[in-house]
Structure formats: C-alpha cells, structure tokens
C-alpha cells in the first residue's frame, strides 16, 4: 500500500472544509477552526488521524477519518449529539 501524496491530501482536505462551511457552518466556529487545523495537519505532514470534533454553535459533531494511505477516502459525517 502507498500512502498518500501531499498534493492528494490537500486536493480531499480542502473539498471538505468547502463541504462543510456548505452546511452552514460558520468558519469562526470553534469546531470549524479545529477542523481546519487537523485538516492543516495532515494536508502538511500526512499522520493519520480520526476522532470526533464538536460543533457546539450549531449543536453537532463530526466523527473525522483522515487515513494515510492512498486509495482511501478522508470523511467528515457531521450529525446531532
């Protein structure tokens, strides 16, 4: 298995972030700037990494996958506590 370019990381990194602010998340919301910065992470460096961020503004949270290996998808699934 290879693991991901950099150039793939940043091209699923930032089409996620679009896709969230597309659900009306605002980009100063706590979460948001959390999500940005795990997102800066591995968009940078490329670590795997996957865990829940909250949304507390708008009353959701987001169980993140951000995998290291090419071929496999990153995923945000946002949703109500």
Same mark, same amino acid.
């Given at each position: 298995? =290879?693991?991901? =370019? $950099? !150039?793939? %990381?940043?091209?699923?990194?930032?089409?996620?972030?679009? $896709?969230? %602010?597309?659900? @009306?998340?605002?980009?100063?919301? &706590?979460?948001?700037i959390?999500?940005? /910065?795990r997102?800066?992470?591995?968009? %940078?460096?490329? &670590?795997?990494? =996957?865990?829940?961020?909250?949304?507390? /503004?708008? /009353? %959701?949270? !987001?169980?993140?996958v951000? &995998?290291?290996?090419? @071929?496999? &998808?990153?995923?945000?699934?946002?949703?109500?506590?």
């Open positions: 298995m =290879s693991v991901k =370019s $950099q !150039a793939e %990381r940043i091209k699923e990194g930032l089409y996620l972030l679009e $896709q969230v %602010r597309g659900t @009306g998340i605002l980009q100063t919301n &706590p979460g948001y959390e999500l940005k /910065d997102m800066a992470e591995w968009m %940078r460096m490329g &670590p795997a990494w =996957s865990g829940v961020i909250f949304f507390p /503004d708008c /009353d %959701r949270k !987001a169980k993140i951000l &995998p290291a290996i090419a @071929g496999r &998808p990153p995923t945000v699934h946002l949703r109500a506590p």
